[in-house]
């Protein structure tokens, strides 16, 4: 596989896919999972709660989304914990674009202040990626590549 070359999701014909509610990552539900690894479908249907984020991570310790479906109202994921870590990469996130005045811009990635993130080999629907705060400070990476925004 060439380092250029990105994963393909296939979806049989007629298939329309099964969401489950919007989660919550905190460290209790990585202890409790055994695992910091999260697939499946997520939906926020919801506005302001779970802050309008199909996934929300509250926690710092390394979360990993991978193979995800999201579909959101506001955001497919979020995080304002200062210093989280994630990483999502091969997912599709679905976000409803909003034109109301005095209401922010949706987005497919939303993180204040984040230690690390990868993003890379998604394709984002509705919504773009935003990291901020002091995204730059000394030991912070961010890795954002191989996307796709329709």
């Known amino acids: 596989m060439s380092l250029l070359s990105r994963p393909q999701r296939t979806v049989a014909v007629g298939a329309a896919p099964v969401f489950g509610s919007p989660i919550d990552i905190t460290d209790a539900l990585i202890t409790s999972n055994g695992s910091n690894v999260f697939t499946g479908n997520y939906e926020n249907t919801s506005y302001s709660a ?3 984020a199909a996934v929300y991570v509250t926690t710092t310790q390394k979360v990993i989304l991978d193979g995800c479906l999201f579909k959101a109202q506001k955001y497919c994921v979020s995080s304002l914990s200062n210093g ?3 990483e999502v990469r091969n997912s599709i996130g679905v976000v409803k674009n ?3 005045a005095g209401q922010p811009a949706h987005r497919f ?3 204040g202040q984040p230690a690390s993130v990868v993003c890379e080999n998604n394709t984002m629907i509705g919504g773009g990626i ?3 705060g002091n995204s730059t400070a000394t030991g912070r990476t961010a890795v954002i590549r191989y996307n796709r925004m329709i």
């Open 98 to 100: 909003t034109t109301q």
């Open 109 to 111: 990635l939303n993180l």
């Open 50 to 52: 779970n802050n309008g």
């Open 130 to 132: 935003l990291l901020s």
């Open 84 to 86: 989280s870590n994630v």
